[in-house]
Antibody, heavy 120, light 110 residues
């Protein structure tokens, strides 16, 4: 059974870069059937799609975040990562990683999520 | 792209049926049969309940069903149970390899 776990700093200063890693267990990020995704949920708000990456390194992002986001994959560590630059308080959110199955266009499973607060 | 529109809250009594709507545009919901629905109990990982508009993953109760008409997708929960109380989100393909989520609906079991 595939499991995903987010990790990274819980506090980031404004204007700095948010960096998170998602570790995949019970499955391989090198599988050609999946993309590896990041979503977020600001406090009191709904889910937002950030983007996803294929094992080859091809990545796609939400247009509103595209200029600040990089999602990458490390097949040797079975991990994928999110970097969001020039953060502001509006980037405070619970960040989730998830597997995206291309055959069904569904995100499943998800990690438990990790809260990242942007504050000085 | 803009978030898909869902009602903020829907409620029902145990055993009743409720329907959650998800309204998009002809650029997302209306143009693709790629709507998925997620159940989210706060503090837990969201769970895929329906994909491709109306298909259920293995293990998901057949009390959950999805449909679509035009630019609006719907999730119906029949035989409402206390454990169904959660937030529900729709998600649609929006073209150019991008996805968009709905605004979310809080389901309350009275």
């Amino acid at each position: 059974q595939v499991q995903l776990q987010e990790s990274g700093p819980g506090l980031v200063k404004p204007s700095e870069t948010l960096s998170l890693t998602c570790t995949v267990s019970g499955g391989s990020v090198s599988s050609g059937s999946y993309y590896w995704s990041w979503m977020r949920q600001p406090p009191g708000k709904g889910l937002e799609w950030i983007g996803y990456v294929y094992y080859s390194g091809s990545s796609y992002y939400d247009p509103s975040l595209k200029s600040r986001v990089t999602i990458s994959v490390d097949t040797s560590k079975n991990q994928f990562s999110l970097k969001l630059s020039s953060v502001t308080a509006a980037d405070t959110a619970v960040y989730y990683c998830a597997r995206f199955l291309t055959a069904t266009a569904g995100f499943d499973p998800w990690g438990q999520g990790t809260l990242v607060t942007v504050s000085s | 792209q803009s978030a898909l529109t869902q009602p903020a809250s829907v409620s029902g009594s145990p055993g009743q049926s409720i329907t959650i709507s998800c309204t998009g545009t002809s650029s997302d919901v209306g143009n693709y049969n790629l709507v998925s629905w997620y159940q989210h109990h706060p503090g837990k990982a969201p769970k895929l309940m329906v994909y491709e508009g109306s298909k259920r993953p293995s293990g998901v109760s057949n009390r959950f069903s999805g449909s679509k008409s035009g630019n609006t997708a719907s999730l119906t929960i029949s035989g409402l149970q206390a454990e169904d109380e959660a937030d529900y989100y729709c998600c649609s393909y929006a073209g150019s390899s991008a996805y968009v989520f709905g605004t979310g609906t809080k389901v309350t079991v009275l």
